[in-house]
């Protein structure tokens, strides 16, 4: 990409970025898709697949619409299949700090969104408190994924006042319309 004059050096590391984020998730990496079940009974425990049937049992139970149900049993088996690959013992055994890696792994090697993780983290908090009955501690030290900035969606009086006094003539006309002043 750099053979051309006019590319700018953040359009380069973004498709660095990208070609890393590919090469992570589709060559060598955990696939971050969504895992049928057989997909995890596979590769983990028959205790996993009776975990996630409590879990699911639960959500029920607690009237979870079925796109919540859906999604908090997705991460759970993400999370599963993270634990499986990462630690490669017995998966039923979890504790906070695998939630913590897993988050931070969103975070870091998925560039998840903030509200992504968020949600994850919702799913686990779920299954640690209500299916395993597991307080989740320690988890301070999480890498969080950033909010992005948000612009404002009105400017206040004063910041019209100095937007239109570095205008003049017809811009100032169409400002002015504009903002009502």
Known sequence: MKVRENVSDG?????RDALTVYLYQYKDGIRFRKL????????VSS?????LSEMK??????HYSYGTEQTYLDWAKRFFAYVNETKKTDTT????EDVKNFLSHLALRHRVSSSTQNQAFNALLFLFREVLKQ???NLAGTVRAKRG???PVVLSVEEIKRLLSHLSGRGLLIAQL???S
Do not use: P, T
């Open 178 to 180: 504009l903002y009502g």
């Open 36 to 43: 049928r079940l057989e997909q995890v009974q596979a590769s």
């Open 47 to 51: 205790k996993v697949v009776d975990v």
């Open 57 to 62: 049992h639960l959500m029920r139970v607690k």
């Open 11 to 15: 359009l380069i590391k973004q498709a």
């Open 135 to 137: 307080d989740l501690n």
């Open 93 to 96: 055994v979890c504790d906070g």
């Open 149 to 151: 900035m948000r612009l």
